[in-house]
């Protein structure tokens, strides 16, 4: 079978689970639709939070960003997990001691004061907002790559999903889709992960593989550093930032990290102050089983890249080099005439994206009309190393289709968790704590099922 | 609680908490990012020590960090009476 036909059916059977999962938790008071009764036990939380917190840009565009940025890349690593330690040790224990449903409640009781509540509502409809548009452009490309189907129509197939579940389940219905999410988007990103480290060093564990040696007995992080440094680049493990860039960098990711409005109401799910704080741990531990693996990936794929294209015919190039040419996120452009690829420093075009033109050149490679003055003959969009990786490897089309379903769960559990915040907001926040708090129950649940709607709307 | 005890409680509690973050300022700041230079010129296998706490040792660190302080913080709450 196909690609193609490969990710319809896991996709598929994913979205069935997802919306199955949905029906079987409706919410039926604001306490369920809030906050899943705060009865959630802290594995189940941990599980949550950890497909919650781990969003489209974790799944598919870390370990890309890596490969190509080498040690720089670290500074998402210790950015995003070490500002969760902030967020376990010095927010959400304290929140969840408070016992209230959100984020604005609580600065709202604890400061009297109706005015900085208002302003919390606003920084976390702002917050939420821009940061769901960007995981519902992550589902409309995964969805355009592999589907074959318009980016926007991708786009309104996720909401779609995404509202269903949140519009009946609220919070226990997001919690219980997140843990299968959580678990649909760890398997997808392990398999590939295990098999390339087994091809590559013999080492079937990623983070013990990408410091083994391949077959040749050299550490693979040697043979790519001395690859890179052969060409003209920085090593692969000393990068080219400055101490004080990293530094900064690192800290503003741990603060932003800190503050994400729908990981802390994660943790008002549970029932005690103590499970809040072990599901905290739970949640980095199955965090930190991916963010270890994606510097891993990285290494595999940066090595596999340049050994495969380096002064490589063009007419011998793998398959995979030409589909992805075709998508436009791969451009090659023949400066030195020889139909070998050249890959060095430096962009090989000018501006951000290839410019294609229509026809094909002496080798029936595309053409683009935006090449720039350097050496460097090679275009990749450094997006595509996660979803890439394992046609690269050879790896068969029920993985590829596995990894295209987990970087839809990834985004669509991100989502998800991000629709409540702005549904919450909206009902419980404003409208009962400001506007209207004589109504019942009742019309609340109904008010924030329908605030949910119109944010799938705004948001898509 | 009396406002000794809590007084009491707060201060353990205020304690744990700078330890850990210490730990975690050195294993990622630290050994990360400040001391990578010196760090690299040691070797763990195939990895360089200040690249490898960069890119794995602090997020484990991490972890095992979380895990410490639900520990000590729920040894705390049960010797203050607090776990209800």
Redesign the interface.
Known sequence: MDIQTWTFIIVGLTFVLYIGIAIWSRAASTKEFYVAGGGVSPLANGLATAADWMSAASFLGMAGI?AFSG?D??VY??GW??G???L???LA?YLRKFGKFTVPDFIGDRYYSNVARTVAVIAALFVSFTYVAGQMRGVGVVFSRFLDVEVNTGVVIGMAVVFFYAFLGGMKGITYTQVAQYCVLIFAFMVPAIFISIMATGNPIP?LG????GSDGV????KLDGLMMDLGFTAY??GTKS?LD??MI??ALMLGTAGLPHVIIRFFTVP???DA??S??YA??FI?IL??TA?AIAVFARTNLMETVQDTPYNNIPSWFTKWESTGLIAWTDKNGDGKIQYAPGSAIDGKKPLFIEGNGAYGQRLISNTSAGKNELYVDQDITVLANPEIAGLPNWIIALVAAGGLAAALSTAAGLLLVISTSISHDLIKKQFAPTISDKTELRIARLSALVAVLVAG | MNSNLRKKYWQSNLSYVTILLSIWFLVSYGFGILWVEQLNRIRLGGFKLGFWFAQQGSIYVFVILIFIYVRLMNRLDKKYDLDR
């Not at chain 1, 990408?210 to 040696?213: D, K, L, P, Q, Y």
Request: net charge neutral.
């Open positions: 890596i040690y890349g670290s690593l210790m997990t070490g969760y330690v902030l376990a040790l010095l224990p983070q990408f410091g083994s040696s550490y693979l992080l040697d493990t000393d101490t990293m530094f690192t800290a005690k102050v103590e704080r072990k905290a741990g980095l531990l930190a963010y270890t510097p």
